[in-house]
């Protein structure tokens, strides 16, 4: 069955001004329940703006977005990120993880925000980061840590409320070859055994190849 479904989406940024662009023009695409797409498209392309759509933090213009075979287009904002915070998890190309706290406590926060106990909290952070192979860095702040650590850190994070939706835009774009290889490795295990379902946008079709199915972003709709 479709976790997620977007159809004839079309969104253009500054609207009836002079400076108007359109960037999705009716792209239709759909991900089933622990099917792990690819997304390709050269920068500019419109990934984020339709990964920003499909994680209910954008609205279409026009268009129908559906999470779990729900129509999100009649939600209010409180329903909307009721829906993102519990079906979806999100992994940027930088890790954004909150440089004050430690590896741990950026993972145990966002399910303290949700309702969970500390103690659950605490545990479900070590066992994500044991499984992304940084568990001895739980207690390092950021900075102490390698990009490709933090970036399995921010993955551990995305995954912390149990999402079962993941976007990822270039979530290695900005390590080394041979780093960003390792660090997808371990994202797809993690993706994999928890069974979730992911559009992830990538450059690298290496790192495509090995997704269950490849999209291109082309001239605002998908092919
Ligand atoms: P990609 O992720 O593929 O690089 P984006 O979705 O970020 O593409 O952007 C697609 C196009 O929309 C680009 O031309 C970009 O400059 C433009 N764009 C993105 N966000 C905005 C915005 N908030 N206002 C105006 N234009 C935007
Ligand atoms: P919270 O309010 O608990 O911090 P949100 O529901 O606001 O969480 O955000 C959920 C996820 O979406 C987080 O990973 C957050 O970083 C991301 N996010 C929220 N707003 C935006 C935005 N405007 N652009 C990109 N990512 C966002």
């Known amino acids: 069955s479709e976790m997620l479904a977007l159809e004839g989406i079309t969104k253009a940024y500054n609207r009836g001004k002079p400076a108007e662009v359109t960037v999705l023009r009716g792209a239709t695409l759909s991900v ?132 079962q939706l993941l976007l990822a835009d270039e979530p290695t774009g900005n390590l080394d070859p041979g780093t960003s290889e390792q660090v997808f490795g371990a994202l797809m295990e993690l993706v994999r055994e928890t069974g979730l379902s992911a559009l992830i946008a990538t450059h690298n079709m290496d790192l495509a190849a090995r997704m269950d199915r490849v999209v291109r972003l082309d001239q605002g709709r998908v092919v």
Request: some cysteine.
């Open 32 to 163: 089933a329940r622990g099917e792990v797409v690819a997304l390709v498209a050269p920068s500019g392309a419109g990934k984020s703006t339709l990964l920003h759509i499909a994680g209910l933090l954008d609205t279409p213009d026009t268009g129908v977005v559906r999470l779990a075979g729900r129509d999100m287009g009649g939600l209010g904002d409180r329903a909307r990120t009721e829906a993102r915070r519990g079906q979806v998890g999100f992994i940027y190309q930088f890790h954004h993880l909150l440089p004050e706290f430690t590896a741990l406590e950026n993972i145990v926060l966002p399910q303290l925000a949700n309702g969970a106990s500390r103690r659950v909290a605490e545990a479900r952070a070590m066992d994500l980061l044991g499984r992304v192979g940084v568990a001895a860095r739980a207690s390092h702040r950021p900075a102490a840590l390698s990009g490709g650590e933090q970036q399995r850190v921010a993955f551990c994070r995305a995954l912390a409320n149990a999402p």
